[in-house]
């Protein structure tokens, strides 16, 4: 029996490797976003900092590791065999609800996930104990009873007996608690530091760059220090309690020390400040993330590990009566588990491409410039919006105007010339430093209070406070970063109910299912894994397609571009026309779907260019106004075609997932023969497109308008129909609706054969 736990020990490590690999990518944004952001040097010098960060973090986090093994239930109250169900319904379920989040580029807290799984895991384990037989319960409250950890055996037991609800209820609400104040703190401190410093920041930071540079030093320096040096598993007690009692004249030391050694080497070797402050920013946030967050992927199977150590050493223990009071006490983490579990995160941070993913959520919502926007409008996005406006508004009624002015100033755009469109950051090095200074002191706070505390809240609304003030949420882009915050919030809150949920079911599953349903979900994890990672990487290809569309199209290439899209386009058209018409004759769900499918792609890829066009246009030269017009108009009516062919698929998936009536035998007849009119149609323009062939204008527009005639046949042979009863409602609107459609898509097919012959007119003779 011993053999099945050490199996179970040796898997919680093994998903404990995976759990860091998605939990580093989901992670990854909290010390990599403002590096990222201002672009304050080439990736893989970003990464080198955050790397020796992580490393050194992780000898500092052995302090927190006491979270999973008692900061939120009592483990004296569970048996071994009960723990270690207990830790691996935490670790299966964190390794799914991770890489699920990951793959969709959402950044969630692996702080919340961790604290709501141990508490949904530990609520079912207790709900179980207590709904045993009374002689097993007699028996475990004599157990209890002779430990001091009831005084009288005719104590009720309920669940509060079994969870830490205090040290629980002060990690959640310190969470919740340091959103609000990361974001007010983060606007705040960027609203006054821009005011000093403006967005034409280099004059001035010759002047007063080492002041700012002491300041934010001395933040990392306290947190590094002071607050890091708390969790070292081999600084002594000695050491560790000097550094605490002399804390100010360190900082004061600390602080003077910085802001003329940063000054001087600014005038002496023109040391960029900025760029120093935002890189080892992000080496102490990397440490931060490490000594605060590790705990998060290794504190259980480290627990685990603890637990079967006790289990092993104890001669003739029985895992179901073996109680876990050793966990309650001080037990000291291997420092080689913490260095293995740094090299991990390492190795993970120089390879995720999901990390990647994420990361770009976070820089997208707090970028300066306008572009393309991951998030809807809401309703709530929308009203607070109109509430900032008219406060605003209300605000500048009172102040003083030459006061107003001022302050104006300091938030005027400024461009760095120097520096190519394609190649600018998304914020400047002022608000990425502020960022980091920012979230350092706020997880050193935490850390010091040995709260497992949010670095993905902190740092991201940090970030998104620093946003809001730098007016990079303006009234092109408000409803929807602020919409996009809400949604991120929301996959938070998202996390926790189903982190808890997920968990105590499987509790549950385990505890009455035993090992037969521990190794099927292990299956299942191994699966979904892979297959998330199969769809991240097809969403990451279409998006590399998707930019290299935009941003890789020149003059030179523009002709070659567009036509290999139109071409691709309309092939795909004429493919799905002909699957639709088969699908509704007979009936086929799983075709109609999977048409639905190619052509929400298209349109996708289509609107993406479409709203990108203004990024084409600009990379396009000076001389060049009626290409970028007829490309505009092409791109027009390729969406207007793909729009009909959607409303053809549209409403025939509707009739038949609905179980309608099918077509009758003549509508069908009429269907295919109107599919080969589109068929031959379409054919010839993409011919025309390949060849850059305009001369067969004339044929195409004959062949256009027999097949529009033909539509009207088959539009007057349903209006008969109609009137002799043979068809009903649903039939009608159906047919009458897929050759109206079909009508308007061999019109925008003509205009836009037209629109390319001009396009490609205009561009030659350019050329």
């Excluded at 055996?153 to 079994?162: A, E, H, S």
């Excluded at 149609?681 to 062939?693: A, G, I, P, Q």
């Excluded at 898509?745 to 390319?756: D, H, R, V, Y």
Aim: charged letters at 20%; hydrophobic letters at 50%; one cysteine or more.
């Amino acid at each position: 029996m011993e053999k099945i736990y050490l199996i179970l020990v040796i898997v919680l490590f093994l998903l404990a490797i995976s759990d860091l690999i998605v939990g580093v990518s989901n992670d990854a944004v909290n010390f990599l976003n403002s590096a990222v952001g201002s672009k304050v040097a080439s990736f893989k010098v970003i990464i080198i900092m955050a790397a020796l960060g992580v490393m050194v973090g992780a000898t500092f986090s052995s302090g927190m590791m006491e979270v999973a093994r008692k900061g939120i239930f009592h483990p004296q109250m569970f048996y071994f065999s009960e723990i270690m169900i207990i830790f691996l319904a935490v670790m299966t379920t964190d390794v799914i609800m991770l890489d699920t989040f990951n793959t969709f580029g959402l950044p969630t807290s692996t702080t919340v996930s961790i604290v709501f799984e141990l508490l949904g895991s530990a609520v079912a384990m207790a709900s179980i104990k207590l709904s045993a037989s009374p002689e097993v319960m007699a028996s475990f409250k004599n157990y209890l009873f002779e430990n001091h950890f009831i005084t009288s055996i005719d104590q009720t037991l309920n669940l509060g007996d079994f969870i830490n609800s205090g040290k629980a209820l002060a990690i959640i609400s310190g969470i919740l608690f340091s959103v609000a104040v990361a974001f007010v703190v983060g606007a705040v401190i960027q609203y006054i530091v821009r005011i000093i410093f403006s967005f034409n920041y280099k004059k001035r930071m010759k002047w007063f760059g080492g002041l700012w540079g002491g300041i934010a030093f001395t933040a990392i320096t306290y947190f590094i220090v002071i607050k890091g040096a708390n969790g070292v598993s081999f600084l002594s007690q000695s050491a560790k309690e000097w550094m605490h009692n002399n804390t100010g004249l360190i900082m004061v030391y600390s602080f003077i020390m910085w802001t003329i050694l940063l000054q001087m080497l600014n005038w002496l070797f023109k040391i960029n400040i900025l760029k120093t402050i935002v890189l080892i920013g992000t080496f102490s946030l990397a440490l931060a993330f490490a000594g605060n967050d590790l705990v998060n992927f290794i504190g259980v199977p480290i627990a685990g590990y603890n637990a079967y150590e006790v289990y092993a050493h104890t001669a003739g223990a029985n895992a179901h009566t073996l109680p876990m009071i050793a966990l309650g006490g001080k037990v000291a983490t291997p420092t080689t588990f913490l260095l293995l579990a740094g090299l991990v995160m390492v190795l993970t941070l120089a390879i995720s491409k999901k990390a990647k993913t994420v990361i770009k959520t976070s820089v997208d919502l707090s970028r300066q410039d306008e572009g393309d926007e991951r998030f809807k409008a809401s309703a709530l996005s929308k009203a607070i919006v109109r509430s900032s406006i008219n406060l605003s508004k209300g605000i500048n009624k009172i102040m003083p105007g030459r006061l107003a002015k001022a302050i104006d100033r300091q938030f005027e755009p400024y461009t760095d010339v120097a520096v190519k469109p394609k190649d600018a950051p998304a914020f400047d090095l002022i608000r990425a430093s502020v960022i980091l200074v920012i979230s350092s002191l706020l997880i050193a706070l935490g850390t010091s209070l040995t709260l497992p505390l949010s670095t993905t809240y902190v740092t991201f609304m940090v970030a998104m406070g620093t946003s809001l003030a730098d007016k990079a949420w303006d009234r092109e882009s408000a409803v929807y970063r602020i919409s996009g915050v809400f949604s991120v919030i929301g996959v938070w809150f998202l996390t926790a109910f189903t982190a808890f949920s997920i968990s105590f079911i499987l509790v549950y599953a385990y505890y009455y299912g035993g090992n037969v349903v521990v190794f099927f979900f292990l299956a299942l994890i191994v699966f979904l894994v892979y297959r998330s990672h199969r769809v991240h990487g097809k969403k990451l290809k279409e998006a590399q397609q998707d930019g290299e569309g935009v941003y890789g199209i020149t003059d030179e290439n523009l002709l070659d571009r567009t036509k290999f899209t139109l071409i691709s386009n309309i092939k795909k058209i004429n493919r799905e026309f002909h699957h639709i018409v088969d699908g509704l004759e007979k009936e086929d769900i799983k075709q109609l779907k999977k048409s639905k499918k190619v052509i929400d792609e298209m349109a996708s890829r289509t609107k993406y260019l479409k709203n990108h066009i203004n990024v084409i246009i600009e990379r396009l030269r000076g001389e060049s106004v009626d290409t970028s017009y007829y490309l505009v108009e092409v791109l027009d009516y390729m969406r207007e075609m793909i729009h009909s062919i959607s409303f053809v698929n549209g409403p025939a998936l509707t009739h038949v997932d609905n179980n309608h009536k099918p077509l009758k035998i003549e509508q069908v007849e009429e269907l295919h023969m109107l599919s080969s009119y589109v068929e031959r149609f379409l054919k010839m323009v993409t011919e025309s497109f390949v060849n850059n062939d305009f001369s067969g204008q004339q044929i195409i527009l004959k062949l256009q308008k027999e097949s529009i005639d033909y539509l009207e046949t088959c539009r007057k042979a349903q209006i008969r129909r109609i009137k002799g009863g043979l068809v009903g409602t649903r039939n009608s609107v159906l047919y009458l609706n897929l050759l109206s459609e079909t009508k308007n898509l061999l019109l925008q097919t003509g205009n836009l054969f037209k629109s390319e012959r001009d396009f490609v007119s205009i561009k030659n003779n350019h050329d």
